[in-house]
C-alpha cells in the first residue's frame, strides 16, 4: 500500500448486513416533501407555489448565491404546501411537498446532453450548475462550486470510492451494478478539468465491485483504479488525498491547496445519467440497513420519499430500534422522526439497538492516548476536551481544535466513553464565538 | 445529556454511533491477567501470602475507593476495576513479609491521597501504588526484610516472622560485584529475594507480551526504558563482565515491573509518541542515576515517581506535527 494516513481506527463495517443486496428502484411515494437546503451553501428560494403543477424535473428553488444549488421536483403532480418542514437535521426548513400524480411527467429540459457534451466538454460545468448536482457522498458541497474553483488549478483527480463508513453499500453496489455509468462520469469530468488521468480509490472491502471494474478497465490508462487499505476514515476528502498522493492539505486549506480534486464516485455517476439522460439530481441509492433493520436493502429512491417508506420497504424494524441515523454510524446524525425526507446527500438510513450504544452515565478520561493514536488529523483530543470543559478558547486556539473533521474516531475508541466529537464541535463553535 | 428519549422513543446523541466494546472495566481487566504470572511465580517462591497479601491489597484499595466516592456523595468507581489494579502493583512492590496492617497503610494512603484527592481516575499525577509504596518507607525495616525464596516450611503458612532473609542481588551490585552463589536464570526467573512480584523478570516479562498483543500497552515506554537502562550499565559497567552486568541489572530488582506495569499506566505517563519515548528514556536514565549514585539501592520507584511529574511538560513539549503545516512544500507526485 503506498502513502497513507497517520492513525484511524478498524471498526466492524457491518456491511455483510446489505452489500449483496441488489439496488431495487422504490415506488415513488404519494408525497414527497424536499427542502430548500440540502446542500451546503445558501438555501434555495421556492421557485412554484401550492396548488402549481409541476413536472419531473422542472426548477422548484433556486439562490442567486455563488454557493448553492439548484432543486428540482423528483416527482410529477400538484404543489401540496410550501411550508416549513422537518429536516434531518432537527430543524425545520422551508421545503417544498408535491402530491405525487404517479404519472412522471417529465419537464422538457430533461433531454440527452451527451451530444452537446461531446462536442463540448466545458458546457458540462453549467449542466451540472443547472441540474443540482452536489457531492453525494455525504458533503453535499456544490458540484459546479468545487469544479470550477479547481480547474486549471489541480493535477489530480481522485474519484472517492471508499466508502468507509460501516454498514453504508451504496456506492459499493453502484459500482457494482453500474461501472460503465461511474466510469463514463469520471471520463466527463476528467475531460472538463483537462486532466490526462484520474485515480479512482476504493477500499479493499469492495472485492466483487473491483474485479468489475477492472475488467472495465482493460485496456485503457486514463482512469487508474487504486485499492486502498480498509481503515476509517479512508474515504475522508484529506487522508484520500493524502493516501493517493502523499500530500497534506495545509490547516485551514483546500484540496485545490495541494492540486487535488476529489468527488465521490456517486456523484459522478449521476452526472453521467444527468448527460445521457438529462435527469438531474432527483434520485438517489440509500442503504436501510444496520443491526436494527430486517431486511437490510439498498434502494434507488425519489429525494423527497420520507424515511418512514424506506424503512418499511426494508422490512421494518428488527427488535426494538434506539436510534435512527441519518448517514453512516460514524458520522451520520440521529433522527428522532421518521417523516424527516431522503436528501441528495442521505446514503443510508441505519437502525441500531441500544446495545450498540455504548454511552456511559459517567464519562471519566484515563489520558490512555487511544484518541491521540486514532486522530488522523494528529490532534489531541484528550487534552482538547479539558480546555473545551474550561472554556479555555486561547488553549483551544494551540491545540489546533479548528482541525478537527468530526470523523469520530476518537470517541469511537474511547474506553472512559467520552463524547469527544460533541465537545470538538463545541470547541470549534466556542473559537468561532470568540474572533 | 447523552440519550434523551423523544416521540416515538428514539434516541438523540451527537455522532459517532457506535463504540469498541473495549472500556475502562476490559482494560484493568486485561491488566489484571497480565500481572497473573508474576503471582504464580510469587506464590511458588513465597507460598500462601503472597496470594493472600496481593488479594487483602485488591481489597483493601476497593473498600477505600468505595468509601472515599460513598463518603463524598460521588457515583461509585469501583467497577473500572483500575483501584484493584493499584492493589495488586503495590503488593507486588513490597517484601512477601510486610504486616498486613503496613499494606492497608499504603492502600488508603494510594487510593485516598494519591488518586482520590486529584479527581480520582486518570487525574492523579503520580502513580498511586509507586508513591504509596515510596510512603511506606516510613517503616524502613519492614520494607527492607527480604524473604529467601523457597525457604517456607509449608506452603500453607502465612506467618513468616522467623523465615531465613536473604539479600537481593540489587544489594551485591550496588557493591559492585556480581552477586555471589546465584545464577543469571534464577535471577531471570525469579529464585531470588525481593519485592515478591518483582522478582520474576521472566513472569513480568510474559504480562508484558500479553499486554502488547491485546494492544493496552505500546511497546514504547517499556522499550525505551530497558533500553536505557540497558545501554548505561553496558557502557559503563560497575562490575565485570560488561554484558553480565547489564543483564544482571535489567533482570533485578523492579526494572521489569516499573518499565512494563508502572511507567506505562495511563494517567501518569504522555500520551504523545514522542514524549512518550523521552519519558522511556528519562526513566531508564533516572533509575541507573540512582542504583549508581544514590545511597539506596533500587531507583526505579523514584525515577518513575520524577518522570511523573514531568508528564505534562513533556506531552506540551513534544506535541503531534500538525497536519498538513511540514510536509505540503517538498511533496511532488
Not at chain 1, 475488467?215 to 484529506?238: F, M, N
Not at chain 1, 471519566?364 to 482538547?384: F, S
Not at chain 2, 446523541?13 to 491488566?31: C, F, K, N, Q, Y
Request: glycine share 8%; hydrophobic share 45%; proline share 6%.
Amino acid at each position: 500500500m503506498r502513502h497513507s494516513f497517520f492513525g484511524g481506527i478498524h471498526p466492524d463495517d457491518g456491511k455483510r448486513l446489505a452489500a449483496a443486496s441488489p439496488i431495487t428502484p422504490l415506488a415513488a411515494p404519494d408525497q414527497v416533501v424536499i427542502p430548500m437546503s440540502m446542500h451546503i451553501g445558501a438555501a434555495c428560494t421556492p421557485t412554484v407555489k401550492k396548488g402549481d403543477e409541476v413536472l419531473l424535473g422542472q426548477v422548484i428553488g433556486r439562490s442567486e448565491k455563488a454557493v448553492s444549488a439548484v432543486i428540482h421536483a423528483s416527482v410529477s403532480g400538484t404543489v401540496a404546501a410550501v411550508e416549513p418542514r422537518l429536516h434531518p437535521n432537527g430543524q425545520t426548513v422551508m421545503s417544498v411537498v408535491i402530491d405525487n400524480d404517479h404519472l412522471d411527467r417529465m419537464d422538457e429540459s430533461v433531454r440527452s446532453h451527451s451530444e452537446e457534451v461531446e462536442k463540448d466538454p466545458d458546457c458540462l460545468l453549467e449542466l451540472i450548475k443547472e441540474n443540482g448536482i452536489v457531492g453525494m457522498g455525504g458533503a453535499t458541497f456544490p458540484a459546479h462550486v468545487k469544479i470550477s474553483s479547481a480547474l486549471g488549478k489541480v493535477d489530480t483527480f481522485i474519484i472517492n470510492a471508499a466508502e468507509c463508513e460501516p454498514y453504508i453499500t451504496s456506492d459499493h453496489r453502484t459500482l457494482l451494478e453500474h461501472p460503465e455509468e461511474v466510469l463514463a462520469g469520471i471520463r466527463y469530468v476528467r475531460k472538463l478539468l483537462k486532466l490526462p488521468k484520474a485515480v479512482l480509490a476504493v477500499e479493499g472491502n469492495k472485492q466483487d465491485a473491483i474485479a468489475v471494474l477492472r475488467d472495465k478497465l482493460k485496456g485503457t490508462s486514463d482512469i487508474e483504479l487504486l485499492v486502498c487499505r480498509v481503515r476509517y476514515p479512508q474515504g475522508a476528502e484529506k487522508q484520500l488525498i493524502q493516501t493517493v498522493t502523499g500530500r497534506q492539505v495545509p490547516p485551514g486549506g483546500l484540496p485545490a491547496d495541494v492540486k487535488c480534486i476529489v468527488m465521490n464516485a456517486f456523484t459522478c455517476y449521476t452526472i453521467c445519467r444527468m448527460v445521457r439522460t438529462g435527469l438531474p439530481s432527483v434520485e438517489r441509492v440509500v442503504t436501510v440497513s444496520g443491526p436494527g433493520i430486517a431486511n437490510p436493502s439498498n434502494f434507488l429512491c425519489r429525494v423527497g420519499t420520507p424515511v418512514k417508506v424506506l424503512v418499511e420497504a426494508a422490512g421494518g424494524f428488527l427488535g426494538e430500534a434506539d436510534k435512527l441515523i441519518m448517514g453512516g454510524p460514524m458520522m451520520g446524525s440521529a433522527i428522532f422522526s421518521q417523516e424527516v425526507p431522503i436528501l441528495k446527500g442521505t446514503n443510508g438510513v441505519l437502525a441500531f439497538h441500544s446495545e450498540q450504544n455504548r454511552a456511559k452515565e459517567f464519562p471519566a478520561c484515563i489520558r490512555c492516548g487511544r484518541c491521540v493514536a486514532a486522530c488522523p488529523m494528529h490532534l489531541q483530543p484528550l487534552y482538547i476536551y479539558a480546555c473545551e470543559r474550561k472554556g479555555d478558547v486561547p488553549g483551544l486556539k494551540k491545540l489546533n481544535a479548528t482541525d478537527c473533521i468530526e470523523c469520530g474516531s476518537c470517541a469511537y475508541s474511547c474506553p472512559g466513553r467520552l463524547q469527544l466529537v460533541q465537545s470538538l464541535r463545541n470547541a470549534k463553535a466556542l473559537i468561532k464565538k470568540s474572533s | 445529556m447523552d440519550t434523551e428519549k423523544k416521540e416515538n422513543l428514539l434516541s438523540i446523541s451527537a455522532s459517532p454511533h457506535i463504540r469498541t466494546g473495549e472500556d475502562t472495566r476490559s482494560i484493568m481487566l486485561d491488566v489484571l491477567i497480565a500481572l497473573l504470572p508474576a503471582l504464580v511465580v510469587a506464590a511458588w517462591m513465597f507460598g500462601l501470602r503472597a496470594i493472600l497479601n496481593t488479594v487483602l491489597s485488591v481489597l483493601g484499595c476497593l473498600f477505600f475507593e468505595w468509601g472515599y466516592r460513598k463518603l463524598l456523595k460521588k457515583p461509585d468507581s469501583t467497577g473500572d476495576l483500575s483501584a484493584a489494579v493499584t492493589g495488586v502493583l503495590l503488593a507486588y512492590t513490597l517484601p512477601v513479609s510486610i504486616p498486613w496492617w503496613i499494606l492497608l497503610i499504603g492502600d488508603a494512603f494510594a487510593i485516598i491521597l494519591v488518586k482520590q484527592l486529584f479527581g480520582g481516575i486518570g487525574k492523579n499525577f503520580m502513580n498511586p501504588a509507586l508513591a504509596a509504596r515510596a510512603f511506606l518507607f516510613s517503616w524502613p525495616v519492614a520494607m527492607t526484610r527480604w524473604v529467601a525464596p523457597l525457604s517456607y516450611r509449608s506452603f500453607f503458612n502465612p506467618n513468616l516472622a522467623d523465615a531465613v532473609t536473604t539479600a537481593t542481588p540489587l544489594a551485591s551490585l550496588k557493591g559492585g560485584a556480581l552477586p555471589q552463589g546465584l545464577t543469571l536464570l534464577q535471577d531471570f526467573l525469579g529464585q531470588v529475594g525481593g519485592s515478591m512480584g518483582e522478582v520474576s523478570a521472566f513472569a513480568l516479562l510474559l504480562g508484558g507480551c500479553y499486554l502488547l498483543v491485546r494492544r493496552i500497552i505500546s511497546p514504547r515506554i517499556p522499550l525505551a526504558f530497558l533500553g536505557t537502562v540497558a545501554v548505561l550499565t553496558f557502557l559503563f559497567p560497575q562490575g565485570n563482565p560488561r554484558l553480565g552486568w547489564m543483564l544482571w541489572q535489567l533482570c533485578s530488582g523492579g526494572v521489569m515491573l516499573g518499565a512494563i506495569f508502572m511507567a506505562t499506566d495511563y494517567t501518569t505517563s504522555p500520551v504523545n509518541p514522542t514524549a512518550q519515548i523521552v519519558f522511556g528514556v528519562g526513566c531508564g536514565a533516572l533509575t541507573v542515576f540512582i542504583r549508581y549514585f544514590g545511597s539506596y539501592a533500587e531507583g526505579v520507584s523514584y525515577a518513575i515517581l520524577i518522570m511523573n511529574a514531568a508528564v505534562w511538560l513533556l506531552d506540551k513539549a513534544f506535541p503531534r506535527k500538525r497536519f498538513g503545516e511540514a510536509k505540503t512544500k517538498k511533496e511532488a507526485a
